[in-house]
């Protein structure tokens, strides 16, 4: 396992912001920390600034049905960019998913907002303290988390994809995000019980140990296979209740990456 504990320089190309100086923030929930270089800045070569595109794509997750502020305001502040691979950066903005490498995809924005405002709709108040995610890939999601809770974990069994989601952070240094390296089937149990956990990964059922580690008044939102050798996903939320029971309500289908058990270390060795 290992930890987001030291930012380290930024070293891709970036094509639409220069995000050198520490410009803007993303604006994390009841935290004073995190600063976040990024939305204004203005790309030279082709004069865009990447904030309109930002306000572009939160029209169209607020079209899309999202009435959520708060998550409307961190789309608005998290750089897609910085997370695509750059020859895919033209298509960050659009309401699409895309590849992030090893199989693995980046989920399309008004997805994602529908799984963090539904996190946020939980019974009993909307303020999230300690958030678990699962599948970190890229690390956007995450990045968009920290601005809607107060400290978030995530969790990848990719090592490259854990290590490319660092870099792709640094530049952003949220204070309040954890990065660990492993199977997120057995959740994270250090910092557990969370009241929210969130998976971008489906597999056949919940594994116990979301389950177990989700506090009581939290709330689990998670894509589900709807059946053996079926492509096709269920979106999941459980949501604990006081005396520990877990109550289940079946939404949408959706599609996203099988989750997977182990992990991966391809590193060279
Ligand atoms: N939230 C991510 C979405 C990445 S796709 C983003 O914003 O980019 C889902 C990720 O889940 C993939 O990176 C995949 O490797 C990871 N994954 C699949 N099974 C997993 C498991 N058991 N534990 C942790 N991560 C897992």
Redesign the pocket.
Known sequence: MSDLDTPRRKRFPLTLDDTRPAASKVTPARTSSAPSPMASRTHGSLGLDSASFRARMVDRIRLDGCTDAEVLRVFGEVPRHL?VDPALVSQAYEDTSLP?G??????KPSV?ARMLALLRARPGGAALSRVL????????????LCGLARNVY?????KA?HDK?RENLAPIRPANLRLVF?????GHAPNAPYDGIV???G?LGLPQAWLDQLAPGGRLVAPVQSAPESREQVLIVVDRMADGRWVEQRHETVR????????RDHRPA
């Not at 090893?102 to 989920?107: H, N």
């Not at 699962?134 to 968009?144: D, K, M, R, V």
């Not at 995530?154 to 990719?158: D, F, G, K, Y």
């Not at 996203?256 to 992990?263: A, D, R």
């Open positions: 997370f992030i090893l199989g693995q995809t980046i989920s994602v995610e699962i599948g970190t890939g890229c690390g956007y999601q995450a990045a968009l995530s969790v990848e069994r990719l994809l989601a492993g199977d997120g089937r057995l998976s971008a990964a597999g996203f990456v099988p989750l997977e058990s182990g992990t």
